[in-house]
């Protein structure tokens, strides 16, 4: 089977190499000559373990190729999937179709023979009404159907989440369509994955609706933890207590700094807009993005404490920028909102990340970047742990407290343990566990 992939970004990338690995051809598209030509030079545009391994061997056996040529390739294609970004729109947080709109007019130019249109970019409900107009107006003569397939995959975890999905969404009203999408996952098929089958506009929604549960699920054990703090108990006990409760599930009850990002942000944002425009607003959801918001500039105030009220004219070392450890992502992450409010309170600010830098530069300003985690506490007069990196969970805390002005450590991931860190002598402070 012959797949176009439009758009070689974090979804299109991964899901082109997974679906080459399953045996189908595959050709990524993009139209950024330099990040294709360095694709074909083997290098790839983003941190994500396993993908440089998995797109140099799928190269290796011609499985996998990566063009600018967009309708050379769509013409070849039983399927094509729309794999392109779909940003906040500046102003307005809906979500910004017009990549999405633009591959569509592109693919309609390409089409020759019955083709599958996959959405696989998050796009709000409706989009793949637009996607079959555009094409259906350009191109009355083509043979083809726009199907929806969201993309569950996390950052970090991508090929793991491809291939070992928890369920895949196949939002497609057309027995062509199927049969050919059906194929395209025959590998999962096969071993028997959750398939689920529905219209396209449910299909939209279901992703949105995933993203938006997920959020409010982090968001409320993040308030349930300052409860903690106030009256004494342990967050990590409650999430324990409550995610045994089968109905509840205990993954996403890990008290932080809040979420953040490339996704959860920006697909509240849009959902509660698609809702708002519908006239049924989802309130939950609208509070648990302003909750959210508020909660990482807040997080400043736990150091600002733990330094007895004000930062000015100290230096704060801090470990980890990305949103979440295992990517160099940077993306409304929680390190952004946090730093900038130690800056604002007079604080000088090293960092250390092991990926996120180079990304951190364009965001943030007048950190002193430092390469160990060690250098970058010398001398600071606390420390501060954003993202859970497992090399910080393993740190020589002797050393560490050497290095250190005061023996301050706010831990915004909860991974030392309390009792050990005042048995180091530490001055700890975490997230709801009453440290
Ligand atoms: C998220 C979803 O988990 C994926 O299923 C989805 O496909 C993806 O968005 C997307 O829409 O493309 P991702 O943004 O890569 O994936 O990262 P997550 O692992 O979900 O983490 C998001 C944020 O929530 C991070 O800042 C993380 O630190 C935070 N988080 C997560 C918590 O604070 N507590 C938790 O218990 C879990």
Known sequence: MHIAMVGSGYVGLVSGACLADFGHNVTCIDSDVRKIDSLKAGKMPIYEPGLAELVGNNVRHKRLSFTTDLIGTVGKADAVFIAVGTPSRRGDGHADLSYVYQAARDIAAGLDGFTVVVTKSTVPVGTGDEVERIIREARPDAEFAVVSNPEFLREGAAIDDFKRPDRIVLGVENERAKEVMTEVYRPLYLNRAPFVFTSRRTSELTKYAANAFLATKITFINEIADLCERVGADV?????????????????LHAGPGYGGSCFPKD??????????????????????????????AMARKVFAALGGSVRGKTIAVLGLTFKPNTDDMRDSPAI???????????????????????????????????????????????VIITEWDEFRALDLERVKSLLTAPIMIDLRNIYDPAEMERKQFRYSDVGRGA
Not at 271 to 295: C, F, G, H, W
């Open 337 to 383: 909102s946090i730093i900038t409010a130690l800056q604002d309170g007079g604080a000088k600010v090293n960092v250390f990340d092991p990926e996120g830098m180079d990304q951190a530069r364009l965001v943030l300003e007048d950190l002193t970047y430092f390469y160990d985690p060690y250098s970058c506490c010398d001398a600071a007069d606390a420390l």
């Open 268 to 297: 509240t944002q849009a959902l509660i807009k698609t809702a708002q425009d519908y006239d049924s607003p989802i309130r939950i959801v609208e509070m648990v993005a302003a909750v959210n918001d508020q909660r990482k500039r």
């Open 236 to 252: 990590q006990d409650v999430a324990r207590g409550i995610g045994l409760d089968n109905r509840i599930g205990s993954k996403f």
